[in-house]
C-alpha cells in the first residue's frame, strides 16, 4: 500500500527553525516528484515546494530563501527544512507524491501541524 | 504567475447535478486535476487529466475543460458529497504547481 506520513510538527517562535519529515512506504521516493503542500487555518491549499526525480527543487516565492526540500534516498523520506519562521507559516503541511506526466498528486499524507506564536 | 479562479460555495440538494468550475487563462490548454477535502481530512484526488478517475472514485465524479474554464461535475449528489473541492494544474512557471481558491459544496 502506498502511504506517507508525516512528522516534525508543533509549536515554534517567530525565527525559529523546524524540520518536517514525510516517510514514504509502497514506492521509491527519488523516482517520483513529490511536492509539499500547506493549508493555514480556515483556508486553501497553497503549493510550497517541488523536488523532481532528478534533483531539481522550486518554491513558491512566499518561502523562497527560507525553506529547503530535500529526500534521504536510504531512508525513503522527504523533507522540509524550515527556518525563519513567521506567523504567516502557521498551517497544516502536507507531503503528496506526484503522479503522471501532468502534475497530479496521490496519494497525500494525512499533515503535520505547524504553529509559529510567541 | 498562473491564476485559479473558483466560486466560494455551491448549493446543491441531495440527487441532483453539482457543477463547480475552475476559471484561468486558456486553462483548456492544461490538464486539470480536482481534490476533494473533507473536514479534518487530507485532500484525495478525485479527478485527474481533465475527465479520468482514479481507481475507487465513484463514476457520479467526472470533468470537462474547454477554453477558460473547467468543470467538476457530481451527478446524484449525496450527502457524504459535502466537502471542499479544489481544481489544480501543472505550469510552466517557475511555481509549477497552481492550486484554485477552492470551493464548499454544500448538500441542502
Known amino acids: 500500500e502506498v502511504q506517507l506520513v508525516e512528522s516534525g510538527g508543533g509549536l515554534i517562535q517567530p525565527g525559529g527553525s523546524l524540520r518536517l519529515s514525510c516517510a514514504a512506504s509502497g514506492f521509491t521516493v527519488s523516482s517520483n516528484y513529490m511536492s509539499w503542500v500547506r493549508q493555514a487555518p480556515g483556508k486553501g491549499l497553497e503549493w510550497v515546494s517541488v523536488i523532481y526525480s532528478g534533483g531539481s527543487t522550486y518554491y513558491a516565492d512566499s518561502v523562497k530563501g527560507r525553506f529547503t526540500i530535500s529526500r534521504d534516498n536510504s531512508k525513503n523520506t522527504l523533507y522540509l527544512q524550515m527556518n525563519s519562521l513567521r506567523a504567516e507559516d502557521t498551517a497544516v503541511y502536507y507531503c503528496?507524491?506526484?503522479?503522471?506526466?501532468?502534475?497530479?498528486?496521490?496519494?497525500w499524507g494525512q499533515g503535520t501541524l505547524v504553529t509559529v506564536s510567541s | 504567475s498562473y491564476v485559479l479562479t473558483q466560486p466560494p460555495s455551491v448549493s446543491v440538494a441531495p440527487g441532483q447535478t453539482a457543477r463547480i468550475t475552475c476559471g484561468g487563462n486558456?486553462?483548456?490548454?492544461?490538464?486539470v486535476h480536482w481534490y476533494q477535502q473533507k473536514p479534518g481530512q487530507a485532500p484525495v484526488l478525485v479527478v485527474y487529466d481533465d475527465s479520468d478517475r482514479p481507481s475507487g472514485i465513484p463514476e457520479r465524479f467526472s470533468g470537462s475543460n474547454s477554453g477558460n474554464t473547467a468543470t467538476l461535475t457530481i451527478s446524484r449528489v449525496e450527502a457524504g458529497d459535502e466537502a471542499d473541492y479544489y481544481c489544480?494544474?501543472?505550469?510552466?512557471?517557475?511555481?509549477?504547481?497552481?492550486f484554485g481558491g477552492g470551493t464548499k459544496l454544500t448538500v441542502l
Open positions: 489544480q494544474v501543472w505550469d510552466s512557471s517557475s511555481e509549477p504547481v497552481v
Open positions: 486558456n486553462i483548456g490548454s492544461k490538464s
Open positions: 503528496a507524491r506526484g503522479s503522471g506526466l501532468t502534475g497530479r498528486f496521490d496519494p
